[in-house]
C-alpha cells in the first residue's frame, strides 16, 4: 500500500515553469517546453516550439513525424525533442498505476496521456502529485495558473484507460 500522498521531488521547478497554451491544441509542446524548462534550466517557448515541431526532421535513417501541424502532437514527437534537447525519455503504452505512484516517488518525470473517444480529444499533462483523497495532481497546460490541477481516480483511470494507459518518461542522466 502506498503512501497517502505522493510528491514529485521537482513539483516546484515544474510548476515555476509551467505555461499556458491558450486556446490552442498544443498541449504537447507547451508541456514538453515545461519540463524542459524545468530541468535543463532552459528557456523554451510552447508556441515556438509548436511551430518547430510541425516540421519532420531525419534521425539517422528514419523520418519522425512529430506532429500533426497545428493539431495533434504523438508520444515520440515529445520523445524526440526531449532526447535532442538531452533528456532520456520514452514512451510506452499499458503502464500501471502502480508503476505512477512508484516512479513519482523516485523523481521520474510522468506525462500519461488522457482521452475520450466520443467526443475525440487527447491530452497530456506531467503529473507531480497523487493523493489517497484527491486523485491525481497535475502541472496542466490549460490553465494559466500555476498551481496543481486534481483530478479524481475515477476520471483519470477512466480517461487514461480510452488512451490504452499511454505514459511518457522522463529522467535527468
Not at 105 to 111: H, N, P, Y
Amino acid at each position: 500500500m502506498p503512501a497517502a500522498q505522493i510528491t514529485s521531488p521537482h513539483i516546484d521547478a515544474i510548476l515555476a515553469a509551467l505555461q499556458h497554451q491558450g486556446s490552442s491544441n498544443d498541449c504537447g509542446p507547451y508541456t514538453t517546453a515545461t519540463v524542459l524548462n524545468a530541468l535543463l534550466d532552459l528557456n523554451l517557448d510552447g508556441d515556438q516550439l509548436a511551430q518547430q515541431m510541425d516540421k519532420p526532421v531525419w534521425r539517422g535513417p528514419r523520418f519522425v513525424i512529430r506532429r500533426v501541424p497545428n493539431w495533434a502532437t504523438f508520444p515520440w514527437g515529445i520523445v524526440d525533442v526531449m532526447q535532442e534537447l538531452g533528456l532520456r525519455s520514452s514512451w510506452r503504452v499499458f503502464e500501471s498505476k502502480n508503476h505512477l505512484q512508484l516512479a513519482l516517488s523516485q523523481g521520474t518525470i510522468l506525462m500519461p496521456i488522457l482521452g475520450s473517444l466520443v467526443p475525440l480529444w487527447a491530452h497530456v499533462m506531467i503529473l507531480v502529485a497523487w493523493d489517497l483523497h484527491k486523485g491525481w495532481g497535475f502541472a496542466n497546460t490549460q490553465f494559466n495558473h500555476h498551481n496543481v490541477f486534481w483530478v479524481t481516480d475515477g476520471y483519470f483511470t477512466s480517461h487514461w484507460n480510452v488512451m490504452v494507459h499511454l505514459l511518457i518518461e522522463a529522467k535527468q542522466e
